[in-house]
């Protein structure tokens, strides 16, 4: 990188238009965040990474906890300065982490190369991790401080995802991106609950060179052909892999695997974006162009891949896109893949963003390196017909107009069944203080389909 960087029973209003997207402050005081995600057990809390070599928790209410996860900036290089690409960089929780404890980080460690180690929360206290229960899956030497990659991340299929960097430099001078034979410019994939001969983690089957009888390629290699592969995430609702890959001097670039279908060879260093480098390289195979790329121009600088939408908050119409921007320019756009990957520019983040992140409801936040905040993004036009202060996006879509009124309506169930149990159908269902008609044709049907 050339710079581092409810459920509710209520209504349901219209599917918002393409809205007013901006960011509301989430969490603040967190030096240099490079990456939050959840844990997926259920807490809704979101965990950062501080690039030194901490990750912090902030709790389900938004608090950021004194306190950090765990402190690991005694064995990690780098990541104290504006210019330092090195330090924590990853954070993946074991998919099965609400009864095994385990996760999973990416940091630089002595002799600038990078680890992957497996830690555990201490058992007693849901906030704080076993430093003793580190386990070093993976150590990769790094020729130069800078294009790290970083980002981890489980799989739909249940194996662990790693971006890795082209070793750095400029122009990948060992080309080692095409290299089969190495690990760097790549995504990697593997099994972390096997241990394969000679390793501490299993080569999953159907990995692409796993079985190729070629002893001079890698088996945990799932894609190549990357130089610095900031952000890469998984579509929550189909399995699709989007990388985001920081450029040279020319395009930046995004990748969308459809399917997650491992094998690609994205170009680099014989192609930036969609344009040929010109550069002396070698390719085994054909190159998959991006689905989109931008030049370095009008402050552009470094491409961070985010995430597809798959949340509720932002209304209907942002369903599907993915959400990326740059980290100079601070512009926010999405890309619609049902639609020709058409690009919409949807707000100004401003300098610093360094990375985005979900919570458990899908929801998005961004991260600011030098304010050391993070962000949520809200729809300020998101209708709340009903003032609850929960936009009316994320209230169910599938309950029916119970009285006439031709607008879906808030569904008291309490009120319903002791209207029931005194053989009377009129209550107030709706909550607005009046005894409402009830259709029991629409309530049944609306309860064949999960409501209320």
């Known amino acids: 990188m050339k710079h581092l960087l409810c459920t509710c029973i209520l209504a349901a209003g219209a599917a918002s238009a393409h809205g007013q997207l901006s960011r509301v402050v989430y969490a603040n005081g967190i030096d240099r965040p490079v990456f939050m995600t959840h844990a997926g057990d259920d807490s ?14 902030i709790d389900a209410g938004g608090n950021l906890l004194p306190a950090p996860f765990i402190d690991i900036d005694a064995i990690v290089v780098g990541g104290n300065s504006g210019g330092d690409e090195r330090g ?4 993946a929780f074991h998919p099965d982490y609400a009864n095994n404890g385990k996760f999973y980080v990416n940091y630089t460690g002595s002799g600038t190369a990078t680890r992957i180690a497996e830690y555990q929360v201490l058992a007693g206290d849901p906030d ?3 430093p003793a229960t580190a386990r070093i899956l993976m150590t990769i030497g790094q020729p130069f401080s800078n294009h790290n990659g970083g980002w981890m991340g489980f799989g739909p299929d249940g194996f662990l995802y790693i971006a890795t960097g082209d070793g750095g430099s400029g122009n990948d001078p060992g080309n080692r991106a095409a290299n089969l034979g190495q690990l760097l410019g790549k995504i990697l994939r593997i099994d972390v609950d096997t241990q394969d001969a000679g390793l501490e983690y299993g080569i999953p089957a159907g990995n692409p060179w ?9 088996a945990e290699i799932w894609h190549y052909g990357l130089r610095n592969p900031w952000r890469t995430s998984f579509d929550s609702e189909t399995g699709d892999m989007w990388i985001g890959d920081v450029g040279q001097n020319a395009r930046e670039e995004v990748n969308h695997d459809i399917g997650n279908v491992g094998g690609k060879n994205y170009g680099w260093r014989c192609r930036e974006g969609f344009q040929a480098t010109g550069m002396a390289c070698t390719a085994p195979d054909p190159w998959t162009d991006p689905v989109h ?9 470094s491409v961070i891949g985010g995430f597809v939408y ?8 942002y369903q599907g896109k993915y959400f990326f921007g740059d980290y100079c320019a601070g512009t926010i756009w999405t890309l619609d893949p049902d639609n020709g990957y058409a690009l919409s520019t949807e707000f100004d983040f401003g300098f610093g963003l360094s990375s985005w992140g979900t919570d458990e409801s899908g929801e998005l936040y961004m991260a600011n390196l030098f304010g050391g905040t993070v962000y949520k993004m809200v729809n300020t036009s998101a209708p709340d017909v009903d003032e609850n202060g929960i936009p009316d996006a994320c209230e169910s879509s599938c309950l029916p107009d119970m009285n006439g ?5 808030f ?16 209550a107030d269902f709706t909550g607005d203080g009046a005894l409402d008609f009830f259709d029991i044709s629409a309530f049944l049907t609306a309860f064949a389909t999960g409501c209320p």
């Open 44 to 57: 809704n809390r979101m965990f950062v990474i501080e690039q030194e070599g901490a990750i912090r928790i």
């Open 405 to 409: 009124d031709e607008t879906l309506d």
């Open 128 to 130: 704080i991790a076993n």
């Open 293 to 301: 790329d931008y030049p370095l121009s009008g402050g552009n600088c």
């Open 88 to 91: 924590l960089l990853g954070l």
């Open 310 to 317: 798959r949340g509720c908050e932002l209304g209907e119409a």
């Open 411 to 426: 569904f008291d169930i309490s009120a319903f069944l002791t209207a029931f149990s005194a053989g009377d159908l009129s």
């Open 210 to 218: 796993a079985d190729d009888g070629d002893p001079g390629t890698r």
